[in-house]
DNA sequence: AAATAAGTTAGCTATATGGCTAAGTATCTT
DNA sequence: AAGATACTTAGCCATATAGCTAACTTATTT
């Protein structure tokens, strides 16, 4: 049995992404697991299936697959001889919520530092 | 003169992140340089000023800077012997639509998923 | 029962990454 | 002019990452 590619009892959804940014980001890092994720977006897929426009072999396309479990970003489960992959939405999620914090942040001081430009202006003018 | 951290001439701004969501992630995978951009995003600093919290040695730091500004997430640049940095609202903004476009993408169940992405974020706050 | 399909494990290689120290350069400050 | 500041360059080390081949284990098919 794929002693990584077991996603039974591990990570309770949530408790991955919430401090683990890192494995997340890790994990979009490359290329070839970001075009794995894009093409689970439309629906879970067997490794071959998923395997099949990369070329590359199979063991290390599955290593990428790994990490893209162990970060929480996707799961599988094995019926005969095939593992089906799912991607699983909340480490999205949970990134975009930290990437629209940074950016609201960087917007506000922009938005004050519009504000204090102003007035600099019109203190100028006066 | 700082062979890396120069940016003038250099910018390339928007056509970093359109195809390189790969550089991009790849420099938002490691946490020292996810609290760079945290700091950064409330204003510009000294190179100094941000590696003070961070308990690694100045020229490692420096690497940090180097990727982030190779990344196209932050410019810098010096007067007198301080190099001040600050960050590329552009490079977020581009990852986050991407994440969105993907989020909105899985199962087409939009709605939800943004109700997720916000509960997750009330949960940080919290 | 034999062959094929779909992973899986083991093990090797090369490059990238992150950390360090030591020493150098270019500004201020005194 | 001397010393302190603020980086900058050079170079070394350990681990991680991405890729490969070869051989193995279960299912399915034939």
Redesign the pocket.
């Known amino acids: 049995?794929?002693?990584?590619?077991?996603s039974r009892r591990r990570h309770p959804l949530l408790s991955h992404m919430t401090n683990n940014l890192d494995?997340f980001f890790?994990a979009m890092?490359?290329?070839?697991?970001r075009a794995v994720i894009e093409r689970l977006v439309s629906g879970p897929a067997?490794?071959?299936?998923?395997?099949a426009p990369?070329?590359?072999?199979?063991?290390?396309?599955?290593?990428?697959?790994m990490?893209l479990e162990e970060s929480g970003l996707v799961r599988?489960e094995?019926?005969?001889?095939?593992?089906?992959v799912h991607i699983e939405a909340a480490p999205l999620a949970a990134a975009e919520s930290w990437l629209q914090k940074q950016r609201a942040m960087w917007e506000g001081r922009l938005d004050r530092l519009s504000l204090l430009a102003e007035s600099i202006a019109k203190a100028e003018k006066g």
Chains 1, 2 share one sequence.
């Open positions: 049995m794929a002693k990584y590619l077991d494995t890790g890092s490359d290329p070839t697991r067997a490794v071959s299936e998923l395997h990369h070329d590359i072999a199979l063991p290390t396309f599955m290593r990428h697959l990490v599988s094995k019926k005969g001889r095939v593992r089906t």
